[in-house]
C-alpha cells in the first residue's frame, strides 16, 4: 500500500517521500480503515520537523486525524463493522491508504456528514468543545475573547459558544472575514486593520474586561489580551503561531487582578479521559455537524502522491480552509 513516511526529522520537503509498504493487517479487536480523506493540521508538519510535545518512532507516518471506511476487521471483531464509515479516537499515522485502529476507538459518520467534515472531525471540534465546556466551563451571557478566529478551530468556537448562549469578540487580521464570523455567530468581530481591541471589550464589558481569553498565538499578542482580562481572568493558550517570540506579560497585571494563564494541549486531555467518554462527546460533535455545525472550509484536495504539493500549499499565510490529502 501507499504510505508518506519520514526517516529523519526536518523540513517536509526535504524528509517526505511516498513509499510502497506492506498493507495493514488487523490484530485481535482491531479492524482496517481504508482512509478517504485526512487533513494536514499544523500539528503534523511540528511532528515532522522533531518540534511537537510528543514525538513517533523512525521511520513515520504522519497524521492523527481522518476518516475511512472498515475495510476488514481482526479476531473478536464483528464482520457487521464491513463497511462502515467511521473516525477513529487517538489516530496515528493516518497519511497512508490503510490505517489498522482499535474497534471500540471507532466512532460511525452521520449520513448526513461530509467525507471533507468528518476528516477534520477529531482533532478542532474536540479542542474546541473541551476546552470551552470542561477547561473553562463557559457559562451563558459570559464573553470569550479569541485570536485567530478565522482558523478552523476559532470558527468552531464561535459556533460552540453561541449554541450554549455565551458570546465571542473575535480578533482576526482581515476585516473581510467579519461576515462570515458573523454568519457563524460571532458576536463581535475587530481586526489589526485599525480597530483598537481593548477599546472595544471595554465598551462591551462596561469597563470590567472578560473572564476568558483564547490565545492560539502566543508572542507579544498574548500581552494584549490579558489586558483585556478582568479580575480572576483565565488566559488559555493553545497554539503557537508566533514561534519562539516572547510573550512579554507584565507580572503586575497578573498579580493585582489575580489571573491565570494556563495551556492546553489535547493530547493531554485524551490521555486523563476514558475511551467512552470521548466516544461521547464525539458522537455528539458528528450529529451536532449532521445539524449543521461547520467543520471548516476545504481550500484544497491532493493525492497522497501529490502529498509535497499539498503540504506547501498548506503552509500558504491567508490560505482560506484546510488542505486534506485524499486516495
Known amino acids: 500500500m501507499r504510505a508518506v513516511r519520514f526517516h529523519s526529522f526536518g523540513e ?131 464573553w470569550i475573547l479569541q485570536n485567530a478566529s478565522g482558523s478552523a478551530l476559532g470558527r468552531l468556537v464561535i459556533q460552540l459558544a453561541h449554541a450554549s448562549g455565551a458570546r465571542t469578540i473575535n480578533h482576526v487580521r482581515r476585516l473581510d472575514q467579519a461576515s462570515e464570523l458573523k454568519r457563524l455567530g460571532a458576536d463581535e468581530v475587530t481586526s489589526e486593520e485599525g480597530d483598537d481591541l481593548l477599546r472595544k471589550v471595554a465598551a462591551l464589558t462596561g469597563g470590567e474586561g472578560v473572564p476568558f481569553a483564547l490565545d492560539a498565538v502566543g508572542g507579544a499578542g498574548s500581552a494584549t489580551l490579558v489586558r483585556a482580562l478582568a479580575r480572576d481572568g483565565v488566559l488559555l493558550v493553545h497554539g503557537s503561531l508566533a514561534g519562539r517570540e516572547p510573550m512579554g506579560l507584565s507580572a503586575g497585571r497578573l498579580l493585582t487582578y489575580s489571573l491565570t494563564v494556563r495551556g492546553f494541549w489535547l493530547n493531554e486531555w485524551l490521555a486523563r479521559t476514558s475511551i467512552g467518554q470521548q466516544r461521547d462527546v464525539l458522537q455528539s460533535l458528528l450529529a451536532s455537524m449532521a445539524g449543521g455545525l461547520e467543520a471548516g472550509p476545504v481550500a484544497g484536495s491532493f493525492d497522497l502522491s501529490d502529498v509535497h504539493e499539498a503540504v506547501e500549499r498548506a503552509q500558504e499565510r491567508g490560505r482560506d480552509g484546510k488542505i486534506l490529502l485524499c486516495g
Open 12 to 142: 517536509p520537503a526535504d524528509v517526505l517521500r511516498l513509499e510502497d509498504i506492506p498493507a495493514a493487517e488487523p490484530g485481535p479487536g482491531e479492524v482496517v480503515l481504508r482512509m478517504l480523506a485526512r487533513p494536514i493540521n499544523p500539528a503534523d508538519l511540528l511532528v515532522i520537523r522533531g518540534h511537537y510535545g510528543s514525538l513517533p518512532a523512525l521511520p513515520a507516518t504522519p497524521g492523527n486525524e481522518g476518516v475511512g471506511i472498515v475495510e476488514a476487521v481482526g479476531p473478536g471483531v464483528g464482520a457487521g463493522l464491513v463497511g462502515l464509515r467511521a473516525v477513529a479516537l487517538r489516530g496515528a499515522g493516518t497519511w497512508q491508504e490503510l490505517v489498522r485502529a482499535r474497534a471500540d476507538h471507532l466512532v460511525s459518520v452521520p449520513d448526513g456528514v461530509s467525507v471533507e467534515a468528518a476528516a477534520q472531525a477529531t482533532v478542532n471540534p474536540l479542542s474546541a468543545w473541551v476546552m470551552l465546556h470542561e477547561v473553562l466551563d463557559v457559562q451563558p451571557g459570559q
